[in-house]
């Protein structure tokens, strides 16, 4: 069974990655029958050679999205630790209320996305975002990102991974994917 197969949701062109599809059809097979799985069904071990570049963040509210995981692709790229950091507050200031919005629809209706971001020293990223329900009532909602880079972050320009390396781009393409749930505002689309 090919990966495709293995979710009935339609992945927009610019996010046709082996490794994002890898991603999703792990994600689907986690949540099994319910719309997203919850904390203890994700099983990291179905992905290994993806965990590098994976985030898990808890979502208390849209301006507060706080990282409990960064793989080390991020240390790599942006040399410091993203774990324990609010996301809104590493993200430009023009910036902020459009990344909280498409982020919080994630896990508000819940929702699944696939987004790229503009070039940081020649190297492009692609990404999906999925939701994942707390094991336990009371606690907030989490999003498991994954970010596939178009080549190693040594083969980036220096110059340019010096000065871009503190600014979390924006997406400049990003899409809702429906999970069951419908979509959030489509309005953040891009």
Known sequence: MSAVQEFNFEIPAFAQDPSIRAFLAAWNRWRGQAVAPKRSDIRPGDIPG????????????????????????????????FTGLNYMDITPQENRALRAKRLWGVVAQPAAAVWTTPPVGNVDFIGASVPILPDEEGHPRKIMQLTVLSKEVHEAKVAAREYERETVYLSDNFRYIDIGAGKPDTGVEA
């Open 50 to 81: 993806l965990m590098r570049g994976v985030m898990l963040m808890d979502a208390f509210a849209p301006e507060k999205m706080v990282f409990r995981y960064a793989g080390s692709q991020y240390q790599d790229m942006y040399k410091f630790d």
